[in-house]
């Protein structure tokens, strides 16, 4: 997981019906790149809804 100021990327193996792989990739553009103040609040959100995603998908 890569986690910055202004969103995050995970991506895991997943296979699935879709494929074989997942990737998570959040944005959140009103969040000005030089503000770090988010920062936690990104990671503690995409620790949780990344392995939560996964499980709703079935991943093997």
Known sequence: MLVG???AIAA???KSEAGDHFAL???????KPSDGTHRADIERFMRA????TLR?????
Do not use: M
Request: net charge positive; charged share 20%.
């Open 5 to 7: 100021t202004d969103g």
């Open 12 to 14: 895991t193996r997943c």
């Open 25 to 31: 990739t959040l944005q959140l553009p009103k969040i």
């Open 49 to 52: 809804y990344f392995p939560a």
């Open 56 to 60: 709703t998908l079935g991943c093997r």
